[in-house]
C-alpha cells in the first residue's frame, strides 16, 4: 500500500483555519486521498476525500497538489469539537478497497 | 447519511469465555466490511475483511479460528471474539461501504471489549 506522512501533532487557535498536511510521494494513478478524523472513544468519521480535483464539503476543503504526491485539509474555522486526530488514508481504486490508517496528525484547539 | 450501529459499546467478559460483536449497515447494504483493532494511544490496525457470503480475509498475523467473522447478510457481520484473553483487551471498530461506492467509508462507534 502507498503511504502517507503527516505531522504527529498540529494546535490551533480556535476560530482560525487549519491547514493539516499530508504527503503520499508514492501515490498510483488510481488511489484515492481519503481524510478521516477521530475523536477519543469513537470510531472515525469521514471527513473528505478526493481523487485530482481540490473538493470542498461542509466540513472541510481537500487541496490536492497537482502532481497528486501531497495534499492539505483545510478546516476553515476551527472549533472545539475539532480537536482529533486525522488520519490521512490512501484508498487503492481496486483491489479490496481496504483503509489502513497511519497514525495521523493529532490536533489540538485552543479556546 | 449512512450510517453503521455498532453493538455493544462496552462488555467486559471473564477469560476463557466469547464474546460477540455486531456491525449493522443501516441505510444501506455493504457488500464488504472491515474490522479494526485498536489499542490505547495506538492507531487502528485492520484484522480481517469480509464479504457478504464468503469467507473473511484475515490480515497476517491475525488468528482466524480466534476471531471469527460472519457475513450473512448484506446489513450485518460479527466479530466474535473466542476463548478471550486479557491481551484481546482492546477496542474494536467495524467499518462498511456499498459495493459499487467510491464514497468515504462509514464506521461504527467502536466496541470497548475488557477481559478480566
Redesign the interface.
Known amino acids: 500500500d502507498a503511504k502517507t506522512t503527516q505531522p504527529n501533532s498540529m494546535e490551533s487557535n480556535e476560530e482560525e483555519p487549519v491547514h493539516l498536511p499530508c504527503n503520499h510521494s508514492t501515490i498510483s494513478g488510481t488511489d ?1 486521498i ?1 481524510w ?1 478524523r ?1 475523536l477519543p ?9 478526493g481523487l485530482t480535483s481540490n473538493v470542498n464539503n461542509r466540513m472541510a476543503s481537500l487541496a490536492i497538489a497537482e502532481d497528486r504526491k501531497s495534499s492539505t485539509l483545510i478546516l476553515h474555522r476551527a472549533t472545539l469539537r475539532d480537536a482529533a486526530v486525522y ?1 490521512c488514508i490512501l484508498r487503492s ?1 481496486a483491489g ?9 496528525t493529532k490536533l489540538s484547539v485552543i479556546p | 447519511g449512512a450510517v ?1 450501529s ?1 453493538h455493544p459499546s462496552r462488555v467486559i467478559c471473564k477469560s476463557g469465555t466469547s464474546v460477540k460483536i455486531e456491525c449493522r449497515s443501516l441505510d444501506f447494504q455493504a457488500t ?1 466490511m ?1 474490522w ?1 483493532r485498536q489499542f490505547p494511544k495506538q ?4 484484522m480481517a ?1 469480509s464479504n457478504e457470503g464468503s469467507k473473511a ?1 484475515y490480515e497476517q498475523g491475525v488468528e482466524k479460528d480466534k476471531f471469527l467473522i460472519n457475513h450473512a447478510s448484506l446489513t450485518l457481520s460479527t466479530l466474535t471474539v473466542t476463548s478471550a484473553h486479557p491481551e484481546d483487551s482492546s ?1 474494536y ?3 462498511a ?1 456499498a459495493g459499487t461506492s ?9 466496541t ?1 471489549l475488557t477481559v478480566v
Open positions: 484515492y481519503h478521516y477521530q472513544s469513537q470510531g472515525p468519521e469521514y471527513v473528505i476525500h488520519y481504486g479490496s478497497y481496504q483503509l489502513t490508517f497511519g497514525k495521523g | 453503521v455498532q464488504t472491515f479494526y492507531s487502528l490496525m485492520l475483511t480475509t477496542f471498530i467495524c467499518s461501504r467510491n464514497y468515504g467509508y462509514t464506521f461504527g462507534s467502536g470497548r
